[in-house]
């Protein structure tokens, strides 16, 4: 684990909505909370849709996610607690577990499974959908686990964050994007504690309060709530404040400023490509 001093920023983001979820289920009836929404979607391009899902009753995730298609977009799957396997018509195939992260880049196509490997105990985690530029939505399908241990992790004056994506405090992350440049973290503050994270202007950004108490800047952050960080041309980026022990999903990247057709699993520019999309899956071009 890499120590860092803090990255200093002079004025904090503020809430500028907070935003509850859509209670609903996925897959064969995975019960599940929808983050984000397509009505946000050009709000917080290029993050697509974000679900949390987490329970005890082994009810509410064991019949899983057969085998389903998706097109045009990456798929992040952070895995807080349980064990879940991946296995797709590309030939991909891997085991995410408590703390790994699972990342799939859908492109030209691909049908996969995401299955429950426990019949009891908890099993909660988040996913996230991540557009692609228009350029590469055809690009091929490509998968990757990282288990817990291997995902890097920094030290900041006592908080600590895990780094999915981009790069903080000068650790960079499991993955990098060239277009999007997403960030992802994942944020444990202990009571009193405060984490500072620098963000380039017209970066779209989020966060999600998951456990504990905590705020951004002066505006309390509500558990289990989507929190859209502003975009004032003053603040250089983001400051978590802990009350009481938080962990916190933090998440920013650069819009792509291109059309955003979306049929189901499928996430295109246009109609005509997601009537061809249509086409292929039907035809079997997937994978």
Do not use: C
Request: aromatic share 6%; proline share 6%; glycine share 12%.
């Amino acid at each position: 684990m890499a120590t860092q001093g803090a990255s200093a920023v002079r004025q904090s983001r503020k809430i500028e909505q907070s935003v509850e979820g859509q209670v609903t289920t996925d897959g064969a009836g995975v019960r599940l909370t929808r983050l984000l929404t397509q009505r946000l979607q050009r709000r917080l391009d290029p993050f697509l849709m974000l679900d949390l899902f987490g329970s005890d009753r082994a009810d509410d995730y064991l019949a899983g996610f057969p085998d389903h298609p998706h097109r045009g977009f990456e798929t992040i799957t952070y895995m807080l607690e349980g064990r879940m396997r991946h296995k797709d018509n590309a030939g991909h195939e891997g085991l995410l577990e408590t703390g790994g992260m699972q990342w799939m880049v859908a492109g030209r196509g691909v049908v996969h499974s995401e299955m429950p490997e426990q019949k009891a105990g908890r099993m909660a985690g988040f996913q996230l959908w991540l557009n692609l530029p228009s350029r590469d939505k055809m690009t091929a399908p490509w998968y990757r686990d990282f288990a817990a241990p291997d995902l890097p992790r920094v030290d900041s004056d006592g908080a600590a964050a895990v780094v999915l994506a981009g790069s903080s405090h000068g650790v960079a992350g499991a993955i990098k994007r060239p277009v999007t440049e997403p960030l992802i973290l994942d944020l444990r503050i202990p009571a009193g504690g405060q984490w500072q994270e620098p963000l380039p202007a017209g970066y779209h950004a989020f966060a999600v309060l998951y456990a504990g108490r905590a705020a951004v800047g002066k505006d309390a952050l509500e558990v289990g709530r989507l929190a859209v960080l502003d975009h004032d041309p003053s603040a250089d980026g983001v400051i978590v404040t802990a009350q009481e022990p938080a962990r916190i999903f933090l998440v920013a990247g650069r819009p792509l400023g291109e059309p955003i057709v979306q049929y189901g699993p499928f996430v295109m520019n246009t109609r005509e490509e997601i009537e061809a999309t249509v086409r292929d899956l039907r035809e079997g071009r997937f994978g």
